[in-house]
């Protein structure tokens, strides 16, 4: 099958357990949002599949092949991560244009032009960067790059809400032109949200769910009404948590509503933020 | 046309009902082109594949039509085919909902009746 196959990696830190028989497939031209709470395992899954680090057991395939014995097959992934492998004294046209040996597909021109719209200044070195600016410097070397498979670890760390609005709309548009596969790894859900077509949710290193983010919200709806209504309800069903506010309580549940509820109750779907909230929480 | 990612109506239902909405108010008449996948996409930054899907209920109900290479287009006649579906959904949409609050405001019919009156008059 054509994509990115992890089967049952597992990869330890000393005693730490930072994934643990984790098995999840990319397809091509997908958006993914790949998301966990902090130390879920998410940045250490993307640096496996780059062979940035190695799993204990477990193998990665790009298209049947494994990544760890084929370096050419790391020229189709591109990977943006909190970590900046460009010498520091570099300036970010020079940047560019390293980038552009190492992608051959690496569109210069491309570059120079979404540099100029999010008004990232190309003279100036790498390391007087500001942390929003050095986002953006990462983000456009992703979008221009042209591999079939790009990550973007926290693309938007300390851009401002313009240019979040501004880097979702490009990369909407490049995608448009030409698909591809993106791995968005993000903690605002929200902003995401419908930008991205697949959900893969990773708790303590274990992927805890895998499918389209609209059957995964199929799945899930909140009942809410006079606390004792909802509990005789909830009984027996699948609860992912509940809120309440005096004699009021809302619960979240997994599963499908039922076509008519007990008279007092309403039932309303969830959205993507809060449902990771109730699935992810201890 | 507005698309509130906060609602209970998934997305592409919304595109879809926004494009009726605007087809209905004259916004794109008919045999006018309306805008292109990628720039829904673009404008509400949602998945192509989510403006696709909405647009495709209006594609399958014979609303909009595509022209190879050119792009999609208000269907002749579809002002009124729109009317006709949404005047069979008002009953369900409007008409029920109404008569529900009004039960629990414990508003009598004979005040209903005036109401409508009223804003019948308006």
């Not at chain 1, 680090?53 to 909190?82: H, N, W």
Request: charged share 25%; hydrophobic share 40%; glycine share 6%.
């Amino acid at each position: 099958m054509k994509g990115i196959q992890v089967r049952n990696v597992t990869k330890t830190f000393g005693k730490v357990t930072a994934l643990e028989q984790v098995s999840v497939i990319f397809e091509p031209g997908k958006i993914y949002g790949l998301l966990g709470r902090n130390g879920a395992g998410k940045s250490t899954l993307l640096n496996i599949i780059t062979n940035r680090i190695f799993p204990d057991c477990g193998e990665v395939t790009l298209d049947e092949e494994a990544i760890q014995e084929r370096d050419a097959l790391l020229g189709k992934i591109y990977l943006m991560s909190e970590k900046t492998f460009y010498p520091e004294s570099m300036r970010v046209r020079e940047a560019f244009h390293w980038t552009k040996m190492f992608y051959p597909d690496f569109d210069q021109a491309y570059a120079e032009r979404l540099a100029a719209q999010f008004a990232l200044d190309t003279g100036k070195r790498v390391k007087a960067l500001s942390t929003g600016f050095l986002s953006i410097f990462k983000l456009v070397i992703a979008l221009s790059v042209n591999t079939p498979y790009v990550f973007l670890d926290e693309p938007v760390l300390g851009l401002d809400a313009n240019n979040r609005d501004l880097f979702y709309k490009i990369l909407i548009e490049k995608y448009s032109e030409t698909p591809f596969t993106m791995i968005i790894s993000t903690h605002l859900i929200d902003e995401v949200a419908n930008v991205i077509e697949d959900v893969v949710i990773i708790k303590n290193g274990r992927v805890i769910c895998a499918e389209p983010r609209e059957t995964l919200l199929e799945r899930a709806y909140t009942v809410s009404g006079p606390a004792a209504v909802v509990d005789t309800f909830t009984a027996g069903r699948d609860v992912l948590g509940v809120e309440t506010l005096g004699g009021f309580r809302l619960a979240y549940l997994m599963g499908t509503a039922p076509d008519t509820l007990p008279k007092g109750l309403e039932k309303a779907p969830v959205d993507l933020q809060k449902l990771f909230i109730q699935l992810t929480n201890v | 046309m507005k698309i509130r990612p906060e609602s209970e109506i998934p997305i592409f239902l919304q595109i879809t009902q926004g494009l009726e909405d605007a087809i209905l108010a004259g916004v794109y008449p008919e045999e006018s082109q309306i805008p292109s996948i990628t720039e829904f996409a673009t404008t509400y930054k949602i998945n192509p594949a989510t403006a696709l899907k909405g647009i495709n209920l209006l594609v399958e109900a014979g609303i909009v039509y595509k022209k190879r290479g050119l792009g999609m287009f208000v269907a002749t006649g579809a002002v009124e085919a729109l009317r006709k579906k949404r005047k069979e959904q008002f009953y369900d949409t409007y008409v029920v909902a109404m008569l529900e609050e009004a039960e629990r405001l414990q508003i009598t019919p004979e005040e209903l009746r005036e109401m409508m009156e009223r804003g019948w008059k308006k």
